[in-house]
């Protein structure tokens, strides 16, 4: 087996990097990685963005928002979080066959004190019956990679917040991901282990994975990314996981329904998205409208439906000609 410690913190880079040494590396024996990243927030690649975040709150605390190349359920990271990847042959392991590829490190788990770990379900891995990890696979061209989460010490209150999306009505044909209740793993550790941080917990990882005592001893087997295939990492970065439209415009066609009482009457919007773009949008509602709503709804149809486009679709709207007594900020918060 080889490996790759990841040296970014940026959630979109580590993808990338992941996804070029899958696809353009041949190794004969299986390729593991470690990353862990700054607050990110990674939806499934068939799950609708805006339905499973919380928008307000993820641009209010600079949360970066990412789509992988694999399925499964949206996850939560901060740097309280280790993600491990595993790359293989695809004919040497069954696709979906999470248990085999989590085995080693449930393994390792068990020696560090938390010997509860195991894997549930589908793709979880749990400890006294709550998870602190999720795992997600793909596989293309003759290779597989598995990859998951394990959350060390994460902010769990942001996790509620952040994917905590608000009772408004959406329906989508994307896949929504399943709330469970999570834990971090640390408390369950021995108490050796019970302050380590994520850089020394990879570290002790490896040294169980690979049974050695120290990391010089496999020197050898680590990868090292070259200038070279660090460009084809960046192209890959802004291809995807710094791109709108994989990240927003690639999910599925939604509906939104947005309605809230203000002092001056009640604004119903109902909105079709598509692409990440809204295709129609119509205002109902007991508001006052010295002009027809319909201009202003046309002046919103193939905008971005993200806070910032609509702010900026909104900019030169006189508002108080459609809505009296309602704010262009109260109308972007209905509509985000």
Not at 69 to 97: I, K, P, R, T
Not at 173 to 178: E, F, N, R
Not at 253 to 262: A, D, G, P, S
Request: glycine content about 6%; proline content about 2%; charged content about 30%.
């Amino acid at each position: 087996m080889y490996y790759v410690s990841m040296k970014s913190h940026n959630i979109g880079e580590n993808l990338a990097t992941e996804q070029y040494l899958m696809n353009n590396k041949k190794f004969d024996e299986p390729l593991l990685l470690f990353y862990y990243e700054e607050p990110c927030i990674i939806v499934g690649r068939n799950q609708n963005t805006q339905e499973e975040i919380n928008q307000k709150y993820v641009q209010e605390h600079n949360i970066r928002v990412t789509r992988r190349l694999s399925g499964g359920g949206a996850v939560y990271q901060d740097l309280g979080n280790l993600c491990f990847s595993f790359v293989v042959d695809s004919n040497s392991e069954e696709f979906g066959d999470f248990k085999s590829f989590t085995k080693p490190i449930v393994d390792a788990l068990h020696k560090m004190g938390a010997t509860t770990a195991e894997v549930s379900g589908r793709n979880d891995i749990l400890v006294d019956g709550k998870k602190f990890s999720g795992n997600a696979m793909y596989t293309r061209n003759g290779k597989t990679f598995s990859h998951g989460t394990l959350m060390l010490n994460v902010d769990l209150d942001v996790v509620t917040h952040a994917l905590n999306v608000p009772e408004d009505k959406i329906a989508s044909k994307g896949i929504k991901s399943v709330r469970s209740r999570v834990t971090n793993l640390r408390p369950y550790l021995d108490k050796e282990y019970q302050d380590i941080d994520v850089p020394t917990f990879r570290d002790i990882l490896l040294k169980e994975l690979f049974n050695v005592d120290d990391l010089a001893d496999i020197k050898d087997r680590e990868v090292k990314v070259t200038d070279d295939d660090q460009k084809e990492i960046d192209k890959l970065y802004e291809q995807y996981y710094n791109n709108w439209d994989w990240v927003y415009g690639k999910s599925p066609e939604f509906t939104v329904k947005k309605r809230q009482h203000f002092d001056y009457g009640t604004i119903d919007a109902r909105l079709n998205v598509d692409d990440g773009k809204i295709n129609n949008i119509k205002f109902y509602g007991d508001f006052f409208e010295p002009e027809d709503v319909s201009a202003l709804a046309d002046k919103l149809t193939g905008v971005k439906y993200d806070r910032d486009d609509l702010a900026s679709a909104l900019a030169d709207v006189n508002l108080a000609k459609y809505f009296v007594g309602i704010s262009k900020e109260q109308l972007v918060d209905l509509l985000a």
